[in-house]
């Protein structure tokens, strides 16, 4: 018993729960979904998780919204759980954008009208091809652990970007990517592509997470320490290696860009867009982009701005690399999913160019870019999950010919989204690229503004492309039927199309909003 | 503040959303859509009659409201004499257009309410882009018109239309990112020397005034390409005689007539007073261009086999003129150039729409195809001559005037280009001529007419041939560009009143004195 008193008591750290609350509701509500799984009967639990995860979310925001209301005569954000968590302004923009594209993309999770039983499976551990695949395909019942995965996944993405040490980060990493990989693999049609999806998304993913561990090992030996602050003071003047430094830093940037799909660390992106369950791949568009820049905007931002002389030039090629990856194999694509997928690359590119602009311009450019880029995903992803034939949806590009004789709303909706993801005025793609693009020339990187405007050019090709599909081709006799969306699908696209136009026409409060401060740490 | 600009863009605005909801009603959409572009025209002779030459103020009419205050974005529109004088002339040409266009034959399954409703669209588009007086609101104009522009040519153009539209689109789409780029240069270099960056244009005047002449240069060439894109200069021309052949009349008419002026107006309104040292420093690049693309469209309508590309060569070679009185830098060059931009568009309009009404009654394009039609149409063959010798410029009819002002006015400043370009002169001689000759004289030949008329023998006889002359709404709507083409040949003073003061303005902003603008003072 004498060792016990020579132990120092523990001081506690102090949790700020107010701060925190955004992240424990919806933690929260995941382990209570898990054991809605558990414990209901099958035919209730659909009704009941989307009851759940709806409130998690509104119940999230409001406890958000409470917080930064009661923060105005505070500083400009807070370090709590021992400073392994940062609440500063981007943090709360952040949040609010993953929490509302989380609920645009449950929404579409939700919808059981455009594809009976919902776009999921009814029992994913039946073999595909199989006769008891057959059966259930017919079955409506669908697998309701994607909420609880969802939850997850977001909780996960909410504390990555609110990550103020690397071992938090990286545990962040995983609980936010371990769902992803599963729920790619739960499509109801084309089961066998869906599940290949899923295995090459999670080995390529794991390769990252090595990557990043391996990175912040590294970091550790020339820091002493994980916490990013104490990287930054290291980097100002430290008797170890170089070498560690950078090697480090190499490798945790690579496992960043990964999650990114930022080029040449994309190859996973088609492959996983294309097999995953349309909702999926919205989430994944949407949310895993947000979450993976907002932690590389912290990283870059708070641990190694000083050294940005070193690095930058290294990024610089890695965006012009993304860019031109994305625009230019994004004009060869057949199928409109990896079309998008491509685009989703181009478009890392651009948002990488906030990133290391390293000004309060780049940063509140790139948030309002993420914000923006997310809700005009989201829309597209939806609209692409209506338009079906007999053997689901019908992503070939040639099923779109002439689709706005069958539709006309539909195809002026996702005309108006394309157009928005080419970046003309008036949608909130434009306004992004003008602000990212903004603080770039402020801060000496025009030239990289010019290749990023002539992959703009490029890759308004292959979005025209469809359009000059659906509206200027005959349609094909047996074509696909455009389904009419239930309420829940119906939301989503009006959501995300909505939002594309007010943050086109009328940016400012967003854009007041991005730009009311920096990281703390 | 004055109301007039606002109602002028908002009108055709209205019109257009009215006139989509008269989708199966056509003949209502066409009288309704006639109505509002009458309504139109009023409105523009009331912002003509408000207008003072003689004042003082460079821009007028002005209003202007807050739209993005984290840019210093104002919703600013105003214009000058040259703006004034082009927003009259689309004014004019939009009832000539719609009635033109009355009895156009569709494609298959597209409604007379859509094409109407997207001219009406673009009239706003025009309109905004010659009235912002903020650069964002301008780039915003100048990205937005291209798309009812392009859903024109693709939806409702020639054979070949859906590749027509999309080279038109990416064209112009390319040189509006380049644009973009210097765009942001400007904001950048604003916000470095007034502390907060601004898009407005007069103060952008005084700013870059005396910024470095390096500094001009880039941002120059980024506004150059995209005008020159537009205007179209050799060698980025390539884009409208696909364009203007595909595309369906009326919007033709528009594209040559007014759209192609954005490029012409831009060089005046924004590279010439924004940038002055690099206008001085580039001239003569941009002068080699021009009169190289006053040769080289000659040379190319001369050997046109297709009308409508044939006029639309004839177009860049007339751009050649405008460029070159523009870059002349004296008030008399200067005056013309502006003159000849909206001769251009009345005679080249006029030109533009004889060839549809040849066209609409031969079935087809090609030249070969005609002959000796002047026998079965006397009044569309003399309308046609008409069109030819004001696009020859033939003394008496407008285009002299403006073809004279512009080669005396470049004599003393650029004696060799001006000498190469009277060269010009004759060629348009030549083209005019031969086309008129291969199509309207001699004995009645060629496969259009004959197969129509139902035989050679039959044909000669104008009784019995199916080839009808002119009707009355034809007749109607080519009698308004006939008078203009008489008065603005004899009389020009009232549109030079109004254009003189804006160019002595300009050259004062380019630093270029020369005798006679003073004396005209």
Known sequence: MKFLAQIQPIDPPEILYGAIAPVLIVLGAACVAVLFEAFLPKHQRWAAQVVLTMLALVAAGGALGIYAAGEDNKPQGVTTLSEAIAVDRPVIFLWVTLLLLAFGSVLLIADRSVEPGGAFVADAAVRPGTVQDRAQASRTGMQTEVFPLTLFALSGMMVFVAANDLLTMFIALEVLSLPLYLMCGLARRRRLLSQEAAVKYFLLGAFASAFFLYGLALLYGYAGSVKLADIATATAGSDKSDTLLFAGFGLLVVGLLFKASVGPFHA??????????????????????????????????????????????????????????????????????????YSSVAHAGFLLIGSISLTEQGLSGTL?????????????????????????????????????????????????????????????????????????????????????????????????????????????????????????????????????????????????????????? | MSWTLIALLLLPL???????????????????????????????????????????????????????????????????????????????LMPVVIGGAWSDKLPEGRSASGFFSLLLAMQTGMVGVFAATDVFVFYVFFEAVLVPMY????????????????????????????MLASVIGLYVTSADKLGQGTLDWATLVTVMKDAPTSTQIWLFLGFFIAFAIKAPLVPLHTWLPDAGAEAPVGAGVLLVGILDKIGTFGFLRYCLPLFPAASKEL??????????????????????????????????????????????????????????????????????????????RGGSRLIQDYGGMAKLTPVLGGLFFVAGLSSLALPGTNSFVSEFLVLIGSYPNQPVFTIVSTLGMVLAALYVLWVYQRVFQ???????????????????????????????????????????????????????????????????EVGVTDPVAQEGK
């Open chain 1, 268 to 341: 996973w992106t088609p492959d996983v867009y294309q097999g995953a369950p349309t909702p999926i791949t919205a989430f994944m568009a949407a949310c895993t982009k947000v979450a993976a820049f907002g932690g590389i905007l912290r990283v870059l931002t708070v641990a190694f701005e000083r050294t940005n002389w070193e690095w930058r030039g290294v990024l610089w090629g890695v965006a012009v690399a993304s860019m031109v990856i994305g625009a230019v194999l994004g004009l060869t694509q057949t199928d409109v999913k990896r079309m998008v997928a």
């Open chain 1, 368 to 521: 309002f870019y993420l914000l923006a880029y997310g809700f005009t995903t989201i829309a597209v992803f939806g609209v692409i999950s209506l338009v079906r034939n007999a053997d689901g949806e019908a992503t070939h590009l040639s099923q779109w010919a002439g689709l706005a004789k069958r539709s006309p709303v539909l195809a002026g909706v996702f005309t108006f989204l394309l157009l928005a993801l080419a970046g003309i005025p008036l949608t909130s793609g434009f306004v992004g690229k003008f602000v990212v693009f903004a603080a770039a020339i402020e801060d000496g990187l025009a030239p990289l503004v010019v290749v990023a405007l002539v992959a703009s050019a490029v890759a308004a090709f292959f979005y025209l492309r469809v359009i000059v599909l659906m509206y200027f081709s005959e349609p094909a006799p047996d074509g696909p039927t455009v389904t009419v969306p239930g309420a829940f699908t119906t939301v989503a696209i009006t959501l995300g199309a909505a939002i594309t136009l007010v943050l086109g026409v009328w940016p400012s409060f967003a854009l007041d909003w991005a730009g009311a401060g920096g990281f703390i740490f």
């Open chain 2, 14 to 92: 209205v019109g257009s959303v009215v006139v989509a909801f008269l989708r199966g009603n056509d003949r209502t959409a066409k009288f309704v859509a006639l109505g509002f572009s009458l309504v139109e025209l009023a409105l523009a002779v009331v912002a003509w009659v408000a207008y003072d030459p003689s004042s003082s103020a460079r821009l007028q009419l002005t209003s202007s409201a807050e739209w993005i205050p984290t840019f210093g974005v104002h919703l600013s529109f105003g214009v000058d004499g040259i703006a004034l004088v082009m927003i009259a002339l689309i004014a004019f």
């Open chain 2, 151 to 178: 859903f024109l040519i693709g939806r409702f153009g020639g054979p070949n239309r859906q590749y027509a539209a999309m080279k038109f689109f990416l064209y112009s789409l390319l040189g509006g990112l380049i």
């Open chain 2, 283 to 360: 001239a003569p690049v941009v002068l080699s261009l021009a009169v190289v693309g006053i040769i080289y469209g000659s040379l190319l309508a001369v050997g046109q086999t297709d009308m409508k590309r044939f006029v639309a060569y004839t177009s860049i070679a007339h751009f050649g003129f405008i460029a070159l009185g523009i870059f002349a830098f004296s008030s008399q060059a200067g005056t013309g150039a502006v003159l000849y931009m909206v001769n251009h568009g009345i005679s080249t309009g006029m030109l533009f729409l004889v060839v549809g009404m040849v066209m609409s």
């Open chain 2, 442 to 508: 001699g004995p009645v030949r060629g496969t259009a007419l004959l197969s129509v008329a139902g035989g050679p023998g039959t044909a000669k006889d104008p009784e019995r041939s199916g080839i009808k002359d002119l009707d009355k709404r034809e007749i109607a709507v080519l009698a308004p560009l006939v008078a203009l083409i008489l008065v603005l040949g004899f009389y020009p003073k009232p549109v030079l009143d109004v254009i003189t003061p804006s160019i002595g303005a300009t050259l004062s």
